[in-house]
């Protein structure tokens, strides 16, 4: 048990060694830490790790999803549900079939079947490699929502088809018209199931008396109790997680009351995924040995080949299908019409995001060891190792290009989004002026007996008008963005210098620590609205 424990520790902390290093030489670190694992584990006398594929579905995705899902914007996922929906449904059933006749063509021995089990596997780009990749890019808006929202459902549609395959080749039977049913059955349920569950979930955060810790602790529960319910009853646990966290992010204001509460789970929450996320990535690597000594009778050269023949295959099939549906609906709707259109480069960025992840090989590795009667399941390292090979590829050969083909492309803004900090500096408006309106009506009394509201009175009439002319400023000036870049910039470096005062005035000892601490919680909330506090 310690030698286990000192293990995991000495992992994390090599992660994230890794981590900060992948920073400093600018390259999106879940490519670095599979690259990294992959190093680590050909080093003789580092112990071989072996991934229990229950541990990851388990343990790491349905905060994973839940996070993802939190981080969703309602609004814009419903708005561009439409291309959302053909990458997630209609690209994974694309992939999977195209895959799953390219396999038994190309690999000897492969059936149908089998085949459909690996286009299951390898049909979902992940998430987490998409969204850290593309950090920092100058990406739309428009195109980071659909392959968010794509990742969000495409894990649930893969899945469903990868059980589909494993029922066929276990049982020997499959029926088109029964997965169809099964399949919205599935995936119906799930979402029943998570939507249920979250509103049980959200009574008990409104109407129980919490405090900040339990909030936080509960919100971590959470996932993994619409998971297991939705599992329990052999329905679809990516739907539950996922249609439970955009029901609870979108109530969040309602039940995250307290400032406190809300930096307390972004604390914990942030702290939690990062180190999922970068543990995943690096464990992919170390896996190869494990997954390289079970080929049998498969040399490496023949997985590897299969592989990129794979990997081609599913990144030739996205550029396909992403194309025509950009383009398609637009013809056919005037509703379509009415948004910009995506143009070459839009799709092209869609078309090379599309990176396989920890699903993927988590899938993978939960293949049944043994058929039912016994006998060893048929092809199943090398199921595996072609997956590791396509996560790789995808990962490091997509991941690394990316930024340069966004670079390349000069890829612009799609659609008219206003900037965050013209978002920001109306929405401070609009509640100041609420304030205002608030003292008049309900405290006009108090407002001119009592010094201290008579004071928060005249400050909210001077910000009120301050923010009004900021906000005309950015609305028309045309080089608002360089001018909004320097005052970050300024601000950043006050807030920094203010910091280091509230330091000395702790060692002073005049001011008491916890009012210290207070002031130090404003200049982050000051910062975050700069900094942002996602992705």
Do not use: C
Not at 96 to 106: E, I, M, N, P, R
Not at 406 to 419: H, M, P, Y
Not at 456 to 462: A, I, P, T
């Amino acid at each position: 048990m310690h030698h286990t424990f000192l293990l995991v520790l000495g992992l994390l902390f090599v992660v994230f060694l890794l981590v900060m290093l992948a920073q400093r030489i600018r390259i999106a670190y879940p490519i670095f830490l599979v690259i990294a694992g992959l190093g680590i584990s050909l080093i003789p006398g580092v112990p071989q790790v072996s991934l229990e594929p229950e541990l990851i579905f388990l343990i790491f995705l349905p905060p994973l999803l839940y996070e993802a899902a939190w981080y969703t914007s309602w609004n814009d996922f419903w708005k561009w549900k439409r291309p959302i929906a053909l990458l997630a449904f209609g690209l994974v059933f694309l992939t999977s079939t195209v895959v799953a006749y390219t396999a038994t063509f190309l690999i000897p021995g492969m059936t149908l079947a089998l085949g459909f089990l690996l286009g299951g596997i390898v049909s979902p780009p992940d998430v987490v490699a998409a969204a850290t990749v593309l950090k920092g890019e100058k990406v739309p808006k428009r195109l980071m929502t659909i392959l968010e929202g794509e990742s969000l459902v495409n894990d649930a549609s893969s899945l469903i088809v990868f059980k589909f395959a494993l029922a066929a080749v276990l049982t020997g039977t499959f029926s088109m018209q029964e997965a169809t049913g099964q399949f919205f059955l599935v995936a119906g349920m799930g979402v029943v199931i998570g939507l249920t569950g979250a509103h049980i979930i959200y009574a008990i955060h409104r109407f129980l008396p919490t405090t900040p810790a339990i909030d936080g602790a509960l919100t971590v529960m959470t996932p993994y109790i619409l998971f297991l319910a939705a599992e329990q009853f052999h329905y679809s646990g990516v739907m539950a997680v996922v249609s439970g966290g955009l029901f609870m992010s979108f109530r969040s204001h309602e039940v995250f009351q307290t400032g406190s509460t809300r930096l307390n789970m972004l604390g914990v929450w942030t702290t939690m995924i990062f180190a999922m996320n970068a543990l995943v990535f690096i464990l992919i690597g170390l896996e190869l040995p494990e997954i390289i000594n079970g080929l049998g009778e498969y040399s490496i050269s023949d997985g590897i080949k299969y592989g990129i023949y794979m990997s081609a295959t599913i990144i030739l099939i996205r550029f396909l299908w992403v194309y025509p549906i950009a383009h398609i609906p637009r013809w056919l709707s005037a509703k379509a019409r009415q948004d910009p259109s995506p143009g070459w480069k839009g799709p092209l960025v869609i078309g090379w995001a599309g990176m396989r992840g920890v699903v993927s090989l988590a899938t993978a590795l939960s293949i049944p060891m043994l058929m039912s009667d016994g006998t060893a399941f048929p092809q199943r390292n090398l199921i595996i190792f072609i997956t590791f090979v396509v996560i790789f590829i995808t990962l490091v050969l997509q991941g690394l290009s990316l930024p340069f083909v966004i670079k390349f492309i000069k890829l612009k803004e799609i659609d008219s989004v206003i900037s965050d900090e013209e978002q920001q500096t109306g929405i401070k408006l609009r509640l100041d002026t609420l304030a205002l309106k608030i003292l008049n009506d309900k405290y006009k009394l108090q407002v001119e007996s009592n010094e201290l509201i008579g004071f928060l009175q005249s400050n909210l009439e001077r910000e009120t008008t301050n923010t009004q002319q900021k906000l005309t400023s950015l609305a028309h000036d045309e080089n608002s963005k360089e001018e909004i870049k320097t005052y970050h910039k300024i601000l950043i470096d006050i807030y920094g210098l203010q910091r280091k005062e509230l330091f000395k005035m702790r060692k002073e000892k005049y001011f008491s620590d916890e009012e210290i601490r207070k002031a130090e919680i404003q200049l982050d909330l000051e910062d975050l609205k700069i900094n942002g506090t996602h992705h």
